[in-house]
């Protein structure tokens, strides 16, 4: 009875080794992908929007019908609503803003996040809609950037759904936005 060299328990350990290894460095190709920085950060920041509604009219009651079940802004990662704007880096204007309310618009806008997203959503929001009165804000835009209008009186949740898509696809391409980089706190607005 002679027992072969090639099948000894010491002679198969670096066999099985140099296999092990070929076969995490195979499985290393199939996850294994290169990218940049910038561009994971973006990808984490377009999926995981934490919202924070500031909703006066009509507007608001659509914008909730939108974090519903029905439309589930969740299904687009940002169905985390913060009621304070210092957890918040989506700032959704839904409706009616007076001048009484532009300093707590500019207030709150200036606590939250950076990087800070504006969703203009609705006529009213967006140019003062059919409030041609000297209380009426004509557009928010007058005191905080606004990266995305969502038109309509009030809009359906399907335009606020391709709002809040189309803002994904602007931080996902890091569109430029000089209207953020060039804001200055107005001057009709005192600081706090």
């Given at each position: 009875?002679?027992?072969?060299?090639?099948?000894?328990?010491?002679?198969?350990?670096?066999l099985?080794?140099?296999?092990?290894?070929?076969?995490?460095?195979?499985?290393?190709?199939?996850?294994?992908?290169?990218?940049?920085?910038?561009?994971?950060?973006?990808?984490?920041?377009?999926?995981?929007?934490?919202?924070?509604?500031?909703?006066?009219?009509?507007?608001?009651i659509?914008l909730m019908?939108?974090?519903?079940?029905?439309?589930?802004?969740?299904?687009?990662?940002?169905?985390?609503?913060?009621?304070?704007?210092?957890?918040a880096?989506?700032?959704?204007?839904?409706?009616t803003?007076?001048?009484?309310?532009?300093p707590?618009?500019?207030?709150?806008?200036?606590?939250?996040?950076?990087?800070?997203?504006?969703?203009?959503?609705?006529?009213?929001?967006?140019?003062?809609?059919?409030?041609?009165?000297?209380?009426?804000?004509?557009?928010?835009?007058?005191?905080?950037?606004?990266?995305?209008?969502?038109?309509?009186?009030?809009?359906?949740?399907?335009a606020?759904l391709?709002?809040?898509?189309s803002?994904?696809?602007?931080?996902?391409?890091?569109?430029?936005?000089?209207?953020?980089?060039?804001?200055?706190?107005?001057?009709?607005?005192?600081?706090?």
């Amino acid at each position: 009875m002679s027992t072969s060299n090639s099948l000894h328990p010491q002679n198969a350990a670096p066999l099985v080794n140099k296999l092990a290894e070929q076969a995490m460095e195979d499985a290393s190709r199939a996850f294994a992908f290169t990218t940049r920085l910038d561009d994971i950060v973006a990808w984490g920041s377009k999926n995981s929007l934490w919202p924070m509604p500031y909703g006066t009219a009509c507007c608001g009651i659509e914008l909730m019908s939108v974090m519903g079940p029905k439309y589930d802004l969740a299904r687009f990662g940002a169905e985390v609503v913060r009621f304070s704007p210092r957890q918040a880096d989506l700032l959704l204007v839904a409706g009616t803003i007076t001048e009484k309310m532009a300093p707590i618009l500019v207030h709150i806008y200036e606590q939250m996040l950076d990087p800070k997203y504006v969703i203009s959503m609705g006529a009213c929001a967006s140019s003062g809609g059919f409030y041609r009165a000297y209380h009426v804000l004509q557009g928010i835009h007058q005191v905080v950037p606004v990266d995305i209008y969502v038109p309509g009186c009030p809009p359906t949740p399907e335009a606020v759904l391709d709002g809040i898509m189309s803002l994904q696809r602007m931080i996902g391409e890091h569109t430029p936005r000089p209207w953020k980089e060039n804001w200055k706190r107005p001057s009709f607005i005192k600081p706090a």
